[in-house]
């Protein structure tokens, strides 16, 4: 088995995160076992679904078959909207599709403001953590004032959010504020879901050529270099590895300012504060 060189961040109360993982967003169930077998296999030790994604079962058994001990792979699923008043329950099937006791970290996969029950479904992760069946609880899609009604009215801080972030769309205001309250970002969307031509621009052509990496290399590194987590999408064995030859070099200030400057307040996703979706 190989071992890749990925280091861990910390999130609040302690809980060590590698940073970098792999995603199963629009991964086939048909497909999943395989995938998550595979990322395995190379050395991959975080995964990243949700109850939405509709493949937890399959990323259970790709764990339960990968021999590895549970408390080497970190696994992260998240909440469905329609579930929000309800997320002691949901959570519990999550579990069993999943075939594991506890989850390293639960998320509220999104805000839904129109509907006003995530403060209800925080306080009930807040419980799922006391209960030692979350290792961290935290948050995605959130905004600033999100954020702030939950820690006003719970005191509990979210170890995480996970937001669409990528060089075309660097959200640096609600950075700014996880940075502040210590909330670690997840970058979902790191490759900006491939639906851009960050990949052709002539700067980023350069800077790759010039540590001997491929554009994609080179984002996901930009995006380590400001130690945010990601789990780039892919369900290709040789990307994998791709993906996670990352540790071995470092973009210097001007190359790093070169990809900050491709900011352009662009989201391939949805917007977290109309997203009604259940
Ligand atoms: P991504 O930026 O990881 O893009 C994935 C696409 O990038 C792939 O389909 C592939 O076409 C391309 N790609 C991957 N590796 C590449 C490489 N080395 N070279 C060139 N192209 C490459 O987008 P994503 O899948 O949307 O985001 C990653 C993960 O984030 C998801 O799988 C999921 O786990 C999570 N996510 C979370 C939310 C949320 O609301 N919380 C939303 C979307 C995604």
């Known amino acids: 088995m190989t071992a890749l060189p990925i280091p861990n961040i910390e999130l609040q109360h302690g809980t060590q995160i590698p940073q970098l993982g792999v995603g199963v967003f ?45 408390e080497d792979v970190f696994v992260t699923t998240k909440l469905w909207n329609a579930d929000q008043a309800r997320a002691a329950d949901a959570f519990q099937v999550s579990l069993d599709k999943l075939q594991l006791d506890r989850v390293d970290l639960y998320l509220i996969h999104w805000p839904q403001p129109m509907f006003g029950e995530a403060l209800g479904a925080w306080k009930a992760l807040v419980d799922i953590a006391a209960s030692g069946r979350a290792a961290a609880i935290g948050v995605s899609n959130f905004e600033i004032d999100h954020l702030q009604q939950l820690i006003d009215e719970t005191g509990v ?3 995480v959010n996970q937001i669409e972030l990528h060089p075309l769309h660097q959200r640096r205001e609600l950075a700014e ?27 980023l052509l350069e800077i790759a050529r010039a540590h001997g990496k491929t554009p994609a290399q080179i984002v996901l590194r930009w995006h380590v270099q400001q130690e945010r987590i990601i789990f780039p999408k892919t369900t290709r064995r040789e990307r994998l590895f791709e993906n996670a030859d990352l540790f071995d070099f470092a973009l210097s200030d001007a190359e790093m300012s070169v990809i900050d400057g491709y900011e352009a307040g662009t989201n391939f996703g949805p917007d977290p504060r109309t997203f009604d979706a259940r």
């Open 26 to 70: 629009l991964v086939e169930p048909s497909e999943t076992e395989s995938v998550v077998s595979t990322a395995l296999e190379v050395g991959y030790r975080h995964i990243d679904t949700a109850a939405a994604y509709g493949n937890e079962a399959e990323v259970g058994r790709a764990i339960a078959s990968s021999g590895l001990a549970r």
């Open 157 to 159: 801080v979210p170890a």
């Open 177 to 203: 504020f996880c940075r502040e309250h210590g909330i670690a970002i997840e970058a979902w969307g790191p490759l900006a879901q491939g639906k851009s031509d960050l990949f052709e621009r002539p700067e």
